[in-house]
């Protein structure tokens, strides 16, 4: 979808559907029970019409969404079966993945429930259907209380003292690293607004997990956070740095996605996971890993563009690398959940201009605001001279736009 393929996922998508049993629930990963399969998948769908535009094709399949969503409603109220159960109100047991054997529930598959809701209710206003929409509002609110309730009770700290919250909820199991399975908490973060909430519990959770996995690296990645307990993982330091651009920590940011970088093939592939070089050389899992490209590719466009809450950001924590004498940077009909833009950074030969031009029709909402950082280049040195105002501009949505920066004397 971020290369323009939009046939091939509406093609994916289309097939995916014949996994959806007569419940609503997705069983792809047979025998394993994974709850995140039907959430996730109703979040494609989602993403992919808001991308597209193409409401028409989500209409026609919105059975499967609805299904979906019953299945998820239908599976919260039978985690209720047992009162005392620590994940009574959230989701039930089932296979978590990331170096996790034993069937447990999990927070990232609240994380993605959640999100699933929130497109769900969008596209739900979008299509016209205003009681769905309510109904499905009220059933994601109605996991606040519940979630703040298990996190409250599940918080600890690691040996070094940092408080984080496990992967899964209400684990008692003894000699389960801290890191193990995190990657339930960062995987899901660029994709739905619970992390930005505003809700003090959640936010305290999220600083501190980030502070216990950043201390927790070893060649800029995550040690032990899947099935080899000495490995790096190489995709999650991609999420890693993801997780830190939408905190706003653009230094960290980087430094993570440089490491993932650092970490590929001369070919621009990743295995799965690797020892650090300090330990050996044993590899585990797919080669090359087609995850890892994937996320490689969202990581950097994070830096060009991401969607964050109603509000299209452009070169938020851009790196000063981009930015020396001749450089180019270039997107060209870049698909957002608000419409398809285009960007081009041009650093002149001397280095003493920056042009940055951004066009593109934003048809999900003309309203929609455009936010342009220049905060790299202001630290750089160049100055918006037509502006006159602070390291950020508000774009109008449709009409094409050029900035000039001309380094300061």
């Known amino acids: 979808l971020m290369l323009g393929d939009t ?13 959806q049993a007569p419940s609503g629930q997705f069983t792809v990963l047979r025998p394993s029970t994974s709850l995140m399969e039907t959430p996730t ?28 969503i019953g299945w998820i409603e239908q599976t919260r109220m039978q985690t209720y079966n047992d009162e005392n159960a620590t994940y009574a109100g959230l989701v039930p047991p089932g296979f978590v993945d990331g170096g996790i054997a034993y069937k447990s529930a999990d927070y990232g598959t609240v994380w993605w429930v959640l999100s699933a809701l929130e497109h769900a209710t969008a596209a739900a206003e979008r299509l016209g259907f205003a009681e769905i929409a309510a109904r499905w509002r009220a059933l994601r609110s109605s996991y606040d209380q519940r979630l703040r309730e298990a996190i409250r009770k599940d918080l600890r700290r690691d040996p070094r003292g940092l408080e984080y919250l496990p992967a899964t909820i209400g684990d008692t199991t003894q000699g389960t690293p801290p890191q193990r399975g995190q990657y339930t908490f960062l995987l899901p973060y660029a994709y739905g607004r ?41 995709w999650l330091a991609g999420v890693h740095s993801m997780t830190h651009h939408y905190r706003d920590s653009y230094d960290a940011a980087r430094h993570y996605l440089n490491a993932f970088a650092d970490h ?116 750089l040195g160049y100055i918006d001279v037509s502006s006159g105002k602070g390291p950020r501009r508000l774009l109008p949505s449709h009409a094409p736009t050029v900035v000039t920066l001309t380094r300061g004397r």
């Open 7 to 19: 046939a091939g996922v509406r093609n994916a998508l289309e097939h995916g559907m014949a996994f």
């Open 264 to 379: 590929a093939t001369p070919l621009g592939t990743w295995v799965e996971e690797q020892q650090p070089r300090s330990v050996g050389t044993r590899t585990a899992g797919d080669a090359s890993n087609a995850e890892a490209s994937a996320i490689f590719l969202q990581t950097v466009r994070t830096f060009l563009m991401r969607e964050r809450g109603d509000t299209l950001h452009l070169l938020a924590g851009f790196p000063a690398e981009w930015a020396a004498p001749g450089c180019h940077t270039r997107v060209r009909d870049g698909r957002t959940l608000f419409g398809t833009i285009s960007l081009d950074v041009r650093v002149s030969a001397k280095g003493d201009t920056i042009t940055i031009g951004v066009s593109g029709l934003l048809p999900r909402s003309p309203a929609v605001p455009v936010l342009l950082f220049l905060d790299t280049f202001r630290n």
């Open 41 to 68: 998948f109703l979040i494609m769908m989602c993403r992919y019409a808001a991308t597209t535009g193409d409401d028409d094709w989500l209409r026609r399949h919105w059975s499967i969404v609805q299904r979906g």
């Open 194 to 234: 619970s992390f930005f909430s505003g809700d003090t519990m959640l936010e305290r959770a999220a600083r501190g997990t980030l502070a216990m996995l950043d201390a927790t690296t070893e060649e800029g990645m995550i040690v032990g956070s899947g099935w080899m307990a000495d490995g790096l993982w190489s």
